[in-house]
């Protein structure tokens, strides 16, 4: 990174903007065309979940390769100045690099989703009928890397 006075390093720093962020923006490589989709997503541990629909774009690229890249961010503001050059922004981000694998077994499917419905409703169902969970594709990224920055 080439501001380092910007970089978060501290672990529970990033965790913590991962938690509170409400959107995740993960990119795609489709062949030579690169591809974003913004998702709601929920931490499992180490791993970041999204749900989608079974079928369309983002999966068949994912199937072709895994490799994803994604951003999440918070408390992002103008920072006013009196010089139009001066006009900053204010932000925390954090940026991934991890390898996306679609999770096909029913009850592992139906906890993730209890943690999207958790992270987003307030509080996971009692349980979710069989046909929403055969009907919905739950995603679970691998993470290989974090980077944070910071822009107060």
């Given at each position: 990174?080439?501001?380092?006075?910007?970089?978060?390093?501290?672990?529970?720093?990033?965790?913590?903007?991962?938690?509170?962020?409400?959107?995740?923006?993960?990119?795609?490589?489709?062949?030579?065309?690169?591809?974003?989709v913004?998702?709601?997503?929920?931490?499992?541990?180490?791993?970041?979940?999204?749900?989608?629909a079974?079928?369309?774009?983002?999966?068949?690229?994912?199937?072709?390769?895994?490799?994803?890249?994604?951003?999440?961010?918070?408390?992002?503001?103008?920072?006013?100045?009196?010089?139009?050059?001066?006009?900053?922004?204010?932000?925390?981000?954090?940026?991934?690099?991890?390898?996306?694998?679609?999770?096909?077994?029913p009850?592992?499917k139906?906890?993730?989703?209890?943690?999207?419905?958790?992270?987003?409703?307030?509080?996971?169902?009692?349980?979710?009928?069989?046909?929403?969970?055969?009907?919905?594709?739950?995603?679970?990224?691998?993470?290989?890397?974090l980077?944070?920055?910071?822009?107060?």
């Amino acid at each position: 990174m080439r501001r380092k006075e910007l970089e978060i390093t501290d672990p529970a720093a990033l965790r913590g903007i991962l938690e509170r962020a409400l959107s995740c923006r993960v990119a795609l490589a489709d062949g030579d065309e690169p591809y974003l989709v913004p998702l709601s997503f929920a931490l499992d541990g180490a791993d970041v979940v999204l749900h989608s629909a079974r079928a369309g774009r983002k999966l068949d690229i994912l199937r072709r390769n895994p490799k994803v890249c994604f951003e999440v961010e918070e408390g992002v503001g103008v920072a006013p100045a009196v010089e139009p050059c001066d006009v900053g922004m204010r932000y925390r981000t954090v940026i991934g690099f991890g390898v996306a694998e679609l999770v096909e077994d029913p009850a592992e499917k139906a906890r993730l989703l209890g943690l999207l419905a958790a992270k987003y409703a307030g509080a996971a169902p009692a349980g979710f009928p069989p046909h929403e969970i055969a009907r919905t594709a739950v995603i679970r990224i691998r993470l290989r890397e974090l980077h944070g920055k910071e822009h107060p």
